[in-house]
């Protein structure tokens, strides 16, 4: 066709992972005895699990369901310390 301008081009896409898969608790159950005499800071356990996703959907943060004053998790790596 004559005066046409036609012009050509490649489109790339990538379909990324999305958050289809829940976090595992490396245990179902976890039991830890704390003496009345613990130092406030002291490592009472440490939490794992992991997830089957990548990049930031995989990315775990860890936090206790309800309000609690007498031990506090590290959203990072799971670690429990008395307060």
């Known amino acids: 066709m004559d005066g ?11 379909v990324i992972d999305e958050n289809d898969n829940k976090p595992r608790f490396d245990k179902h159950f ?6 009345k005499d613990i130092t406030i800071g002291s490592v009472v356990m440490k939490m794992t699990a992991r997830d089957a996703d990548s990049g930031l959907a995989g990315k775990l943060h860890y936090n206790f369901s309800t309000s609690n004053q007498l031990f506090k998790i590290d959203s990072e790596n799971g670690i429990i310390r008395c307060i």
């Open 4 to 14: 046409e301008n036609i012009s050509k081009s490649t489109l790339i896409i990538s």
């Open 30 to 35: 976890y039991d830890v005895i704390v003496t």
